[in-house]
């Protein structure tokens, strides 16, 4: 079989060219960093377990209309998705104070917050990902005032349908980190979809009666039995049987791992893309 083409490489994935000019593969590795990189690991299984979750998570995202990148699984570890331009802009939106904004603003963690609070950063390694406003994201050039509108009016709605998933299953969606990108049609049409991944690496779920932590805070923190949580949580989700699939040590129990079915997501190669239209954005 040809070695595939890599793409890029980030902290926790690889992109390969796919089969197609318009596809390319997704590689969930178990690498695990924080603090912007300053803290590295690898945890056996992780990237078994994201790339499951995030399959069914952005399937049933898909079938409330918000369309995204995802395609299919593969295999245990990477999926098809479409290619696609990524927005330079992390969205994360907030329920429940946690992580850097209680150290920016003196909130106690576990505060409630009265709305879900949408910040942005500029997707950046070299400069820390830094918090940005409206304002310099559409001063520099890193989306426009419509791209913008729409990111927000889908992050709002991916928020509001994924704490009641979560909450139907005992866990309390803290916040979440998205990000977007672009597809061009053959006219120069914009669409935008939901891309990246959806997972503990990038949720901090909280169990609601214990408030255990069960994302990735178990790594940063050397809170300990980090793949247990990441585990929990798609046994919640029904991902994986009783007992899970990775074995203590990290080892995966490939048997039972090959029983389990691959993620379609049929409704994304029927949608029809929503065009972006310069029509009328909010006033900031």
Request: aromatic fraction near 6%; proline fraction near 4%.
């Given at each position: 079989m040809a070695r595939r083409?890599?793409?890029?490489?980030g902290k926790a994935k690889i992109i390969y060219e796919g089969p197609d000019q318009t596809t390319l593969i997704q590689y969930f590795k178990d690498d695990a960093t924080a603090f912007n990189a300053q803290k590295k690991a690898v945890i056996a299984g992780?990237?078994?377990?994201?790339?499951?979750?995030?399959?069914?998570?952005?399937?049933?995202?898909e079938s409330i209309g918000i369309p995204t990148h995802f395609l299919r699984s593969?295999?245990?570890?990477?999926?098809?998705?479409?290619?696609?331009?990524?927005?330079?802009?992390?969205?994360?939106?907030?329920?429940?104070?946690?992580?850097?904004?209680?150290?920016?603003?003196?909130?106690?963690?576990?505060?409630?917050?009265?709305?879900?609070?949408?910040?942005?950063y500029y997707k950046n390694d070299a400069l820390g990902d830094p918090l940005v406003n409206e304002e310099h994201i559409i001063t520099f050039g890193w989306a426009d005032p419509y791209e913008l509108d729409e990111m927000v009016a889908m992050s709002w709605r991916i928020n509001d349908y994924l704490q009641g998933l979560f909450s139907g299953i005992g866990l309390r969606l803290v916040d979440l980190k998205l990000e977007?990108?672009?597809?061009?049609?053959?006219?120069?049409?914009?669409?935008?979809?939901?891309?990246?991944?959806?997972?503990?690496?990038?949720?901090?779920?909280?169990?609601?009666?214990?408030?255990?932590?069960?994302?990735?805070?178990?790594?940063r923190f050397d809170l300990g039995d980090v793949i247990e949580g990441y585990q929990?949580?798609?046994?919640?989700?029904?991902?994986?049987?009783?007992?899970?699939?990775?074995?203590?040590?990290?080892?995966?129990?490939?048997?039972?791992?090959?029983?389990?079915d691959l993620i379609e997501n049929e409704l994304a190669r029927e949608r029809k893309l929503k065009e972006i239209k310069p029509l009328k954005p909010r006033k900031i």
């Open positions: 083409k890599q793409i890029y490489e992780k990237g078994v377990l994201n790339n499951r979750i995030s399959a069914h998570l952005m399937t049933r995202l593969v295999n245990m570890r990477e999926q098809m998705v479409r290619k696609v331009e990524i927005v330079p802009i992390e969205l994360v939106i907030r329920n429940v104070a946690a992580g850097s904004l209680c150290k920016r603003f003196g909130v106690n963690e576990g505060t409630i917050l009265g709305r879900p609070l949408v910040e942005f977007f990108g672009r597809i061009w049609g053959e006219h120069g049409e914009l669409y935008l979809v939901l891309a990246d991944e959806i997972s503990p690496d990038n949720c901090r779920l909280w169990d609601m009666k214990s408030g255990e932590k069960l994302d990735k805070d178990r790594f929990y949580i798609a046994e919640k989700l029904g991902l994986v049987p009783p007992g899970g699939i990775i074995n203590k040590g990290g080892s995966i129990n490939e048997q039972l791992a090959e029983t389990l």
